[in-house]
């Protein structure tokens, strides 16, 4: 059986490492990521009517991001069925209570500390969930996220290969 799990992000590589945490920290349970970020749409009507998904990621996800992506899937391919990204657009509790149901979510990881570094329109989806108690609400594990100066560097070649993992690009 295949668990969703929500991880949140903020398109950066550096909260990659939110992924990484809990990939190499539980066992060999396959699973759909979902990368989640909370998006503010605004109240215009001109606005909304022009919302697609697929545009605002493209304008979210840098290409760093989308290679780091890349990469976690490569070196866990045993494990990540599929990975992608979504938006929570709204704070209410009825919408957040629906996103996740609907989402029909196993599990939401969440950092035990880690400071998002959130664009225009954006809001924290961690402090939502932590302070939301809803009925039914998915398992919340928390990853530890270790060394402080690590989320400083926002490169994919500083976060990736401290790893010292080997790629090979198919």
């Not at 909260?15 to 109240?43: A, F, M, P, W």
């Not at 969930?129 to 270790?146: A, C, H, R, S, Y």
Request: aromatic letters at 14%; proline letters at 2%.
């Amino acid at each position: 059986m295949i668990q969703r799990v929500l991880i949140p992000t903020d398109f950066t590589v550096n909260s990659l490492r939110i992924v990484l945490e809990y990939l190499e920290n539980t066992g060999d349970q396959k699973v759909e990521l979902v990368l989640t970020c909370g998006y503010n749409l605004g109240e215009s009507i001109s606005f909304l009517l022009g919302f697609t998904l697929d545009d605002h990621l493209t304008e979210m996800q840098n290409e760093d991001f989308l290679k780091g992506c890349e990469m976690i899937k490569s070196r866990f391919k045993d494990k990540v069925v599929e990975m992608y990204a979504d938006f929570m657009i709204s704070k209410s509790k009825r919408y957040i209570r629906n996103y996740l149901k609907g989402g029909q979510f196993a599990r939401i990881v969440l950092p035990d500390t880690f400071e998002f570094t959130f664009k225009e329109n954006c809001f924290d989806v961690v402090e939502l969930i932590k302070t939301e108690q809803l009925p039914n609400m998915p398992d919340i594990m928390f990853v530890g996220m270790g060394d402080e100066k690590l989320q400083a560097q926002d490169t994919l070649d500083s976060f990736f290969f401290r790893k010292k993992w080997r790629f090979t690009y198919e």
